[in-house]
């Protein structure tokens, strides 16, 4: 068995999302360009992949589509080209939001999955990669629920206290009804562009202030929810 890497705590920090209402990204990236905060484009743009695990109930789905001021994700998180049968080793991450505030837990499992194998398999084999402290975690989330891709884009301020992502390309595929990964049967999301705006809590007055030169208003979005909103 490979060992599981921790690789941090993140701290609280704001995350406050919008969802562009312009057609092209380049209305889009035009008015990150022209902000007040001097955004800059930072890293090089890539692909981001997700995988959602939930409760058989669909607890954490439930809590985030009512609102809750308290609710979590897991989810599997890799990067780089590829769709579902490419993952190695993927991080594991507990998300979690209090209000306006959200904070994650991350491990990097030291495995390459066989996306061959039917769901309860993989699920067996993730918890025979995790430290004995992440078991309870995964123990409430034996479901896989929905993977998601999307082309990431990233700016920062240039004070440098905040960063803001722009999601676009999303795709999704539900993995609840078949028993196997499955990359076939797409969710519509195509004409999302989802933006981010982030820092860290001591930074809240900047992050407000690049949240409120945005000409698009703020929303409680949630790729896994619309994720699951969408496959009906």
Known sequence: MGASEVEAKDELRFELKFVSSFERLSQTEAVLRLHPAGLRRVYAGRWVHSLYWDTRRMDFYEANVMGSAEREKIRWRWYGEGSLGDVIEPSLERKFKKGLLGGKERIRLAW??????????????MLAQVPVGWRGVLWRAPQAVCYVRYYRDYFVSGDGQVRVTVDRDLVAYDQRFGGRPQAVRAVPLAGWTV?????????????MAVAGGLPWPRVQHSKYVRAVMGSG
């Open 112 to 125: 390459q999955p066989d996306m061959g194998q039917t769901w309860g398999a993989i699920y067996k084999e």
């Open 195 to 207: 933006v981010e705006v982030k820092g860290e809590a001591a930074a809240g007055e900047a992050v």
